[in-house]
């Protein structure tokens, strides 16, 4: 029993760094609605023990092309 409990977690954690890698962290309905506002912002989500402590964004006001020229 125990041994498959450990199987399931390796599972589950394998699964979570494969969202993480493909950026597939934001349920759909949000993804959506960054599109359609054509979002360039930073989004950004504190998460501790499985809880979302403080979620926040910037708006992007200049392009990362912008950024580039101003370092």
């Known amino acids: 029993m125990e041994y498959d409990n450990k199987a399931s977690n390796e599972t589950t954690f394998v699964e979570f760094r494969r969202k993480v890698q493909n950026s597939e962290l934001l349920a759909l309905g949000v993804s959506q609605l960054l ?37």
């Open 35 to 71: 599109r359609e506002l054509h979002f360039t912002g930073r989004l950004s989500v504190v998460i501790q023990n499985g809880t979302i402590l403080k979620s926040g964004y910037e708006e992007g006001y200049f392009t990362r092309k912008d950024e580039r020229r101003l370092t």
